[in-house]
């Protein structure tokens, strides 16, 4: 769902950011970049962009500066990217970032009079600053972002459009469904949603820790032991454990879950990010989904750090598996 973009240290002294009006595009820009953007860096230019930050006016330095702590960002294992003033040879950065923003002089050497290119084929953009509301990658995650999931689709193109980029930049996951248990200990185990979602983990660099909060029992029957029993059959197999530190699955009293109550609604939250599923993780269930309404969220504009701690105060039992 986010767009992996790059800027060089010339962006910021386009006309656009240091002109009398430019307050406008410097909180256009980064409300962007808080809402669907991840910015990636080099190693050797891991500063390069903070140290350009430094030279804007203080009030523009501080929303940037305010920036570059909170918002997605991500330090690839690579020393340089490929610079050009050959679209052809910039599209080699598509393996690392798909939008690459430049200074509008710039811009108009590798792009022409419009300022900007698009490679349908590998999604590889080349933008200038005074455009950068035009980029195909960020319009197309910002649809996304409310775009519900059509029966009919295949999975694995739904990890693609909604999760893949968000569990490659962060490793804390938190399920909170209703129904997780329940369909857990109930479903066939080779249509289990939880062990479809973390296999699509398998190819990340990073080792998760995953907490579930859902329903603890239902007609009387307590599922903690079962839950606990599949869960640790899932991960324990080797490949498994090496992406995932620690389960940690939450039983909670069902009146925490009616409409009146807090957890009504069903999401995934991904670092900074929540992903409220209609259907919650039953999306997972099959290889071709039903219909799910969706919407994507930064944590902050959400309640659910605040439902997770009341959820987690309000645990009648608790599994640990790692």
């Known amino acids: 769902m986010l767009t992996k973009f790059y800027m060089d240290s010339d962006f910021l002294e386009s006309e656009c950011f240091v002109n009398s009006s430019s307050a ?27 140290d350009a930050v430094k030279s804007l006016p203080q009030k523009y330095r501080k929303m940037w500066e305010a920036a570059f702590q909170y ?3 991500v330090e690839v294992d690579v020393s340089d990217f490929k610079k050009d003033l050959n679209f052809n040879v910039l599209i080699d950065n598509h393996i690392y970032y798909k939008t ?38 960020f319009k197309k995650s910002e649809e996304i972002s409310v775009k519900d999931i ?35 200990c ?21 080792k998760y820790d995953i907490t579930i909060y859902s329903r603890d029992s239902y007609e009387g029957k307590c599922f903690s032991n079962d839950a606990e029993s ?12 090496k992406k995932i530190s620690k389960v940690t699955i ?46 994507i969220k930064r944590a902050s504009v959400t309640n659910a750090k605040k439902i997770e701690r009341e959820l987690s105060r309000s645990c009648k039992w608790k599994k640990v598996i790692d």
Request: with cysteine.
């Open 24 to 50: 406008s595009c410097h909180r256009s820009f980064l409300k962007n970049w808080e809402d669907y953007g991840v910015f990636v860096y080099s190693k050797n230019e891991s500063k390069s962009i903070p």
């Open 71 to 73: 918002y997605a960002k």
């Open 100 to 137: 690459f923003m430049v200074e509008d002089t710039t811009g108009m050497e590798i792009c022409g009079d419009e300022g900007m290119l698009f490679d349908a084929a590998s999604s590889y953009e080349v933008v200038s600053a005074s455009v950068f509301s035009e980029s195909e990658n």
């Open 150 to 184: 059509d029966r009919g689709s295949r999975i694995d193109s739904v990890w693609s459009d909604y999760f893949l980029t968000l569990t490659n930049i962060y490793d804390k996951i938190v399920i909170v469904d209703n129904y997780f248990i329940k369909r857990l």
């Open 186 to 206: 109930s479903s066939n185990i080779n249509k289990n949603a939880f062990k479809s979602f973390i296999k699509k983990l398998i190819n990340s660099d990073l």
């Open 230 to 241: 599949i869960i640790e059959s899932i991960i324990q197999t080797p490949v498994m454990r």
């Open 250 to 295: 939450c039983g909670i009293n069902s009146e925490f879950f009616s409409a009146t109550q807090i957890a009504h609604d069903r999401y995934v939250r991904v670092g900074e990010f929540v992903c409220q599923l209609g259907v919650g993780m039953q999306i997972f269930e099959e290889e071709i989904t039903g219909s799910c309404a969706v919407s």
